[in-house]
């Protein structure tokens, strides 16, 4: 099942030039461009882990395409999605996020429905994925 | 072959270029122009990048007929004297290469050794390829290049930044334009000690000293430009001081020249200061007068080789 997080999830994956090309229209608008990975997506798991710091004074999209790079190098199989934070005064949160690697195979989600008291169902949802240990996912 | 040949020769029929509509169209007269105006002297480096800058513009315009020869390598390495302008024409650099549509944005990060080496094991790597990261899309310019490398202590960490530097400098040569700069002895020292580095740079450009005239008019062009005016007296003075100045040891090139005006400034306020009581105009504001000028310690010890400049 494909993880539709962020902004063009329901697109056809982003080609590095698109995605060069987003960069170059964060930049432009003097947004600072971060990168965060994760094995373990969910839609409640937003906060990814960071992979190095937000690059605030980077005038080119090549110096994030060269730290993407590296990103996907570190890790092959996870997911890797790109932020863009507005710093400016009284807007301060992320203007634009989009999933630039995704694994090969996503199993996807479980429903698991759980008897609550009196005849109260509670569901939840559970990646397939998180049934084996960090770092062997995927 | 043929078959290549014929590919080639298939646009040139149909459609000629004039060459003086591109260089009209991209900027590159007005900026060398510019050049022309606003850096006096230096004929070896004003030649080497109008060789670049025409270079540029000739694979643009192969580009339309599909030709290709891959982007030129335009790492550059400046040596000079100090006070040379190496820094002044690296950052004209950076904005000559974004005209020409080689570099994309055209600004130039500045660095020295401290910026790129680190203090511990493992400290190296995320520092240099931080800056890297930062100039991609611009010019990288290394102060003293030569402090990377320091052969008398065996662990240093400056032979890491120059490996990280030698591996973007040859791949990613369309993203970042790397400018070492440096006094001449020290760098060429610091090349053979890293042939690598020196066989990855196109261009070694050396910047010559400037001559008393060339001095001279550059001391003119700051003045305009800090709008002050100099009178016929004082015109001579500095002409002396400048023949006196240049016998003397220290001697910076146009940062002399520059630190010596800034003294005069001084005196020349110090003087409107010191009679009060007249009304000034702006004449005496603007003008400099020969007593500003000869008041420096260069005409007190001539010859004697004074340490302190004044």
Partial sequence: MRLTQGTFSFLPDLSDDQIRAQIEYCLTNGWAVSLEYTDDPHPRNTYWEMYGNPMFDIKDAAGIMTELQACRKTFPRHYIKLNAFDSTRGVESLKLSFIVQRPGQEPGFVLQREEGKGRIQRYTLRAYATQQPENQRY | ?310
């Fill in chain 2, 1 to 310: 072959m043929p078959a290549n040949e014929t590919s080639l020769q298939a646009p040139e029929a149909e459609s000629r270029i004039d060459i003086d509509a591109v260089l009209r169209e991209s900027r590159v007269e007005e900026v060398l122009e510019r050049l022309e105006r606003e850096l006096i002297g230096l004929r070896p480096v004003k030649t080497r990048i109008k060789e670049i800058a025409a270079l540029l513009l000739v694979d643009k315009l192969r580009g339309k007929f599909g030709l290709s020869a891959g982007p030129p390598s335009l790492h550059m390495c400046f040596t000079g004297n100090p006070g040379t302008g190496k820094t002044t024409v690296a950052l004209r650099m950076a904005e000559i290469l974004h005209v020409l549509g080689y570099s994309r944005k055209g600004h130039l990060v500045a660095v020295t050794r401290d910026d790129l080496v680190g203090q511990y094991i493992g400290h190296t790597a995320p520092k240099t390829r931080e800056v890297l990261k930062r100039a991609m899309g611009g010019v990288l310019f290394i102060d003293e290049a030569y402090y990377l490398y320091k052969p008398e202590n065996e662990r240093d960490y400056g032979q890491e930044a120059i490996e990280i530097l030698l591996q973007v400098m040859e791949n990613q040569r369309d993203d970042l334009v790397v400018i070492l700069a440096g006094y001449k002895d020290r760098m060429q020292r610091f090349f053979e000690s890293n042939p690598g580095l020196s066989s990855r740079i196109a261009h070694h450009i050396d910047f010559p000293d400037y001559n008393g005239e060339e001095l001279f008019e550059i001391a003119e062009l700051m003045l305009t430009d800090m709008q002050y005016q100099l009178n016929e007296e004082a015109r001579r003075a500095l002409v002396e001081y400048i023949t006196l100045r240049r016998g003397q040891p220290h001697f910076a090139n146009a940062r002399s020249i520059r630190n010596a005006l800034d003294r005069t400034r001084l005196r020349h306020a110090n003087r409107l200061f010191a009679n009060r009581g007249g009304v000034l105009t702006r004449e005496d504001l603007v003008t400099i007068s020969a007593e500003d000028i000869r008041a420096s310690r260069v005409f007190l010890s001539s010859g004697e080789g004074k340490r302190h400049e004044s």
